[in-house]
């Protein structure tokens, strides 16, 4: 199933729950959250209090992308506020296995996030327990930026092992998504989309979602 999942990195902070009705209304699948640290990541967005806080806003499913460096800690907290769906990412300081357990044990769907100089080898061992796998198309901690194509390769590795394990496991690719872009990744064999800038700053918030997923649906290589 093609699902969009808009990056509110890119929102007006200012009216989060206005813009996430906005996205409610756009029919958007999840609400892809990035949390991130100042440490794992150069920048500083948001903590459990406000996931927690925005959850009554919507019903739209939570995506929550943890850029921190010390995620073990911050599973419980952030399936007490409302995630629906923790990636963390293999590059932090915390043992993989124990927090895919810790996510779980929250009853909340686990997925791992890999940076663009980080092997799909890495990703293997932990493939079998996992929800999704989120793929980054950008150096991660900022929107805006341009969508890396020679992360194709590591999307069809991927899902060439999710075919050959028959496994039913997402790949979300996260990073420059666009009209354009969203079809090369669908074509690699990515089925979850995340769009920050290119959805917010859009003069028709709800055709260009539209059109995503039309394109996404019309090329996407399972
Ligand atoms: C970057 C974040 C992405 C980003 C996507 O570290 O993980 O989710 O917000 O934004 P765009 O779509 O603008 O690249
Ligand atoms: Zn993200």
New binding site residues.
């Given amino acids: 199933m093609i699902k969009i999942s808009p990056?509110i990195?890119?929102c007006d902070y200012g009216i989060m729950a206005q813009e996430l009705k906005c996205m409610e209304d756009c029919g958007v699948e999840l609400m892809?959250i990035?949390v991130?640290d100042g440490h794992f990541?150069p920048?500083i967005t948001l903590g459990a209090p406000v996931v927690k806080c925005i959850k009554k806003y919507t019903t739209v499913p939570f995506d929550v992308?943890l850029?921190i460096s010390n995620p073990i800690e911050y599973i419980e907290d952030f399936s007490k506020a409302g995630a629906d769906l923790i990636s963390f990412h293999i590059e932090s300081d915390s043992p993989v296995k124990e927090t895919i357990q810790k996510i779980k044990e929250n009853g909340v769907k686990a997925a791992i996030a890999i940076k663009p100089g980080t092997p799909a080898s890495l990703l293997m061992p932990y493939l079998d327990e996992l929800s999704m796998v989120l793929v980054?198309t950008?150096?991660?901690?900022?929107?805006?930026?341009s969508?890396m194509c020679d992360m194709m390769d590591k999307v069809r590795e991927i899902r060439e092992e999710i075919r050959k394990r028959c496994l039913d496991i997402d790949i979300e690719v996260?990073?420059?998504?666009?009209a354009e872009t969203i079809e090369i990744a669908a074509k690699a064999g990515a089925n979850v989309f995340?769009?920050?800038?290119?959805?917010f700053s859009s003069d028709d918030r709800k055709a260009t979602v539209a059109q995503y997923k039309e394109r996404a649906e019309r090329n996407f290589c399972k």
Avoid: K, R, T, Y
């Fill in positions: 990056s990195l890119s892809h990035d991130m990541v920048n992308h850029m980054m950008v150096e991660p901690g900022f929107g805006g930026q969508f996260d990073g420059g998504i666009n995340v769009s920050g800038s290119a959805i």
